[in-house]
């Protein structure tokens, strides 16, 4: 069994969302994962504080990944 991790693409037209996940290497990009890791947001946003650069956001649970 050949796995691959993979950005699952989920969200709006414009404003994409992805899960970064493991799944099989022959299926399709959105088909049921074995296990999901973690998020990944690929627009900029501001930090918290509202001073600095934008960043983008990724976040893993620390169990699964």
């Known amino acids: 069994m050949v796995v691959k991790i993979r950005l699952a ?9 992805y899960n970064i996940v493991v ?13 999901v890791l973690g998020t990944y947001d690929p627009i900029p946003q501001l930090p918290r504080d509202g001073d600095g650069a934008r960043f983008k ?5 620390t169990v699964r990944a």
């Open 9 to 17: 693409r989920f969200g709006k037209r414009n404003a994409p969302f």
């Open 23 to 35: 799944a099989h290497a022959r299926t399709a990009r959105n088909s049921k994962p074995i296990e």
């Open 57 to 61: 956001d990724i976040r893993l649970d």
